[in-house]
Every structure is written in C-alpha cells, then in structure tokens.
C-alpha cells in the first residue's frame, strides 16, 4: 500500500526532480477529489461511480490489474487464480458486473495479496471476509460487503483485458488512486496532462485556504484564485 499523505504544500519541485519520480509517487501528493477535478478540466471519466472504501483511512496508487468475471456456465468455471501474476504495487481491478449477490474476493485473497505488497483492490460488486482487510489494513474498494461465495456462481471471462467500474472503462495499467472518498482511473494515455493540472488545482485550492484563514471571505477567496472554473474545460 502507497502511505503517502494527501498533497498538502505548495509544488515547488523541479522539473527535472518531478521527472525522477515514477507515476505512482506523483500522484500520490494528491487526492482523488483533485485527480476528479484534473479529469474534468481535461474532458476525460475517471471517477468510479458507488465504488466506496472499506474501512477508514485507506489509500492507494498502482496500476490495474484487470478481471472480468461473468455468470457461471454449466458446468461452472474457475473464479480465478490470477493473484500468483499480479505484480507488487499493482491494483486489482475486479469486473463483477456490479453484483452484490456473491463475491469475488475473500480472507485468503486478501492476506495473499497483502504478503505480496499488492497496493489493493477494487471491486465492482462485494467482497467478504472484511475483517482480515481491516485487520491488515488492506485497501478494499467495493460496493459493499456479503458473505454468499461467487464459486459456481461467477466465472473468469479475461484477465487483463478493459474491463468497466463503476461506469468507467478501466484497461491494464491505468493508473488507480484510492482514498476515503473513493477511486479514481487515470488513462494512461493522459497521466502527465493530469499531473499537471492535478498540481495547478492543488496550488490554487491553497491559496484560497491561505486568503480565507488570513482574512479575506470565501467569495473574495475564490474569485482571487479562480475556484469556481478549476474543473472547467478550457473554454467553457
């Protein structure tokens, strides 16, 4: 799992400092709320639609791992064994077509991946056995929790392959950013125009929370630094 705090001052790294850094650890300085916004001014979905987290302080940065599952066939296949190729700090991206009847993930899976140093799970559908993820502090995003098992009931479609969450096409290797208020994708094909923007937001947003401490009212505040177009397309 990513620890890294939520972006709280202002960037004034380098270009050539940024540059070092990978991905992940860049959008690690900022919160889901801001890539949300970054995503927006740029045109682009991201936002996972009722994916919430499982238990209170949870982040996460990695690139996806995809399943898709779909209902069993007669007889039943295999609910997968893909969990040996994911790679550490990677995210399972798990597509269960937002069922809420059976689950994909479990107690096992959960201390599997944890040992492995998977950066956590996403689920569009439930999860059960939440007990070992809190206890592990695991990040688990789903649209819930039930005990009924998906074995027999759901089978692997494709591994790493698109798969859709929560409204929102998800390939391998996007990049996903979880915290308390959700979860985010980032296509790859956009992660430095969203860095970008994510970081000129983040700036901004400050600024206004520096005016408004200092003295100066929200409407004064917000319209100094430009709050109500920060999601806005350019020309809009």
């Not at 940024?18 to 992940?24: G, K, T, V």
């Not at 899976?109 to 056995?129: E, M, P, S």
């Not at 939440?130 to 005990?147: I, T």
């Amino acid at each position: 799992m990513t620890g890294t705090t939520e972006h709280t001052g202002t960037v004034g790294e380098t270009g050539a400092a940024e540059d070092a850094r990978s991905a992940e650890e860049r959008f690690a300085a900022f919160s889901t709320a801001t890539v949300s916004d970054a995503l927006d001014r740029l045109g682009r979905t991201g936002s996972l639609l009722g994916i919430a987290p499982l238990g209170p302080g949870q982040r996460m940065v990695g690139r996806a791992y995809t399943v898709r599952y779909v209902s069993a066939s007669t007889p039943p296949g295999t609910v997968g064994d893909y969990l040996d190729d994911v790679p550490p700090g990677g995210v399972v991206v798990l597509d269960n077509d937002g069922r809420t009847d059976c689950t994909v993930w479990g107690d096992i899976l959960t201390a599997v991946a944890n040992a492995k140093g998977v950066a956590g799970t996403v689920i569009d559908g439930v999860c059960r056995d939440v007990h070992r993820a809190l206890d592990l502090a695991y990040p688990v995003y789903s649209r819930g929790r039930f005990m009924r098992t998906g074995k027999d009931r759901v089978e692997v479609a494709e591994v790493q392959g698109p798969v859709n969450i929560g409204g929102v096409q998800v390939r391998p290797g996007d990049l996903i950013v979880g915290d308390q208020d959700g979860v985010v994708a980032v296509p790859q094909d956009c992660e430095e125009q969203v860095l970008a923007v994510a970081g000129e937001i983040a700036e901004r947003e400050e600024g206004i929370l520096r005016a408004a401490l200092a003295g100066a009212s929200i409407a004064e505040a917000r319209a100094a630094y430009g709050y109500h177009n920060l999601q806005r397309k350019a020309g809009s």
